[in-house]
């Protein structure tokens, strides 16, 4: 049955190595089952119907992978679009979860006839590769603000907005060490680094009485508080429209360029031969559907994936098994409650100095092209609003290109997404 469904001889592989490529791929991105609870419940969600939401969605964006096309990538809640959902929509602008639901159900909709019709890789081979890189990097250093926040290392103050916070508190060494304890396990290639470290400062600060500990393992909780809560009439209003160009660009860039990269490493995208990307592509825009009717932000493409390709992961068995895993971690509530923000936050750290390698691939000597790359990634952060990051970005890279005589290098893509942005800041800024 193995073989008629995911073709193993045919890659090259067996189920043996298809299944340990799963659970190396799972301990890699497992994290994501403590995070997103703990950033999703800031908007008020509940944190236990969120955590099942998460498992949820990560094993049905999995296991639609697996056999719809047939490709060993993890899918699951995405990081930056959580808090790009948490942070800018509820929190920045006001909007309830429900609406922000709502906003991600019409982007899945959105990113399926997009990927359906080819407008995705219009969009795609139209974004130029210095905001793509920017828009990576800027996101990682969203998500560092955040951490740094979360855990009282960087405070308010009055008179420079931020500054450095008190060491000397718990949350700030308990953050400071799972971040070291995260970056030494990578560099050793320790599978599951992450998970391992937000795991140890758990158990830790548990034993020296600076956390409550619920337990590991019981039924999982109700999904009730967030199943189908999501409010599509009240995303239809006119200031989501900015929020959903920004979930679909970050989704189109974040899922497809992962896939791609992963896909390579695996050997499935080869010249000259047919392969299953567009597959791929329609099946994590649904998985996106799926997640906001379950009750979480938007669902994508795992880079982590790729250390499941270098176990030797080669087919849809790898996410099968991925999928069956994040099932089970359906089971483990009691554990993800008891996680604290100080342990999450140097996940969100760790993550974002990985997503900064992005900003090698800028062409920093080119002006107009490294100038729009820098505000994308500044502002970010600056502004606490991955949107206003990416309008800036594109609305500066269209005036630079036009101002230096270099119109012909906008493509139409570039050129649309700019004009919305400005749209937006003209008629509907708040």
Request: proline share 4%; net charge neutral; aromatic share 10%.
């Amino acid at each position: 049955m193995l073989e008629r469904l995911f073709r193993l001889r045919e890659h090259d592989t067996t189920a043996r190595t298809e299944v340990l490529a799963g659970v190396t791929t799972f301990l890699t991105m497992a994290y994501i089952i403590f995070v997103n609870p703990e950033i999703l419940s800031s908007t008020g969600m509940d944190r236990d119907a969120v955590f099942v939401a998460t498992c949820l969605a990560a094993a049905l964006g999995s296991l639609i992978m697996a056999f719809v096309a047939n490709w060993p990538i993890g899918m699951a809640p995405g990081m930056g679009l959580n808090a790009f959902f948490a942070f800018t929509v509820v929190a920045g602008m006001g909007y309830s979860w429900q609406e922000a639901l709502g906003a991600v159900f019409i982007s899945g909709v959105i990113f399926v006839f997009i990927t359906v019709t080819g407008i995705r890789s219009w969009l795609i081979q139209g974004i130029p590769g210095s905001l793509r890189s920017a828009i990576t990097s800027g996101i990682g250093l969203f998500l560092a603000i955040i951490a740094l926040i979360t855990s009282g290392i960087v405070v308010d103050h009055p008179a420079t907005l931020i500054t450095l916070g008190d060491l000397t508190r718990p949350a700030a060494l308990y953050t400071v060490l799972g971040f070291f304890v995260m970056a030494a396990l990578d560099a050793l290639r320790v599978r599951g680094a992450i998970l391992i470290g937000i795991l140890t400062v758990t158990l830790l600060s548990t034993a020296l009485g600076h956390n409550d500990f619920s337990g590991v393992v019981a039924m999982p909780p109700s999904l009730a508080p967030t199943f189908l809560q999501l409010d599509i009439l009240g995303a239809l209003h006119t200031g989501f429209v900015h929020v959903i160009l920004v979930l679909v660009l970050v989704e189109v860039f974040d899922a497809t360029g992962t896939m791609i990269g992963v896909a390579k490493r695996a050997g499935l995208i080869a010249e000259g031969r047919p392969n299953r990307l567009n597959r791929a592509l329609f099946a994590d825009s649904t998985a996106i559907v799926a997640g906001s009717l379950v009750g979480t932000s938007s669902t994508t493409a795992y880079a982590e994936s790729a250390a499941g390709v270098q176990a030797g992961g080669r087919t849809g068995l790898t996410s099968l098994t991925i999928g069956l895993l994040f099932l089970l971690a359906l089971f483990f509530s009691p554990l993800a409650g008891s996680v604290p923000g100080y342990a999450t936050a140097p996940a969100l750290l760790y993550v974002a100095g990985l997503m900064l390698r992005e900003i090698t691939e800028i062409d920093w000597s080119e002006i107009s092209e490294a100038t729009p790359a820098a505000l994308t990634a500044l502002i970010m952060p600056f502004t606490y609003s991955i949107a206003n990051g990416l309008a800036f970005g594109f609305i500066s890279y269209v005036v630079l290109k036009v101002a230096t005589g270099r119109w012909r290098q906008i493509h139409p893509a570039t050129f649309v997404v700019a004009v919305l942005f400005a749209i937006r800041y003209a008629f509907f800024s708040e």
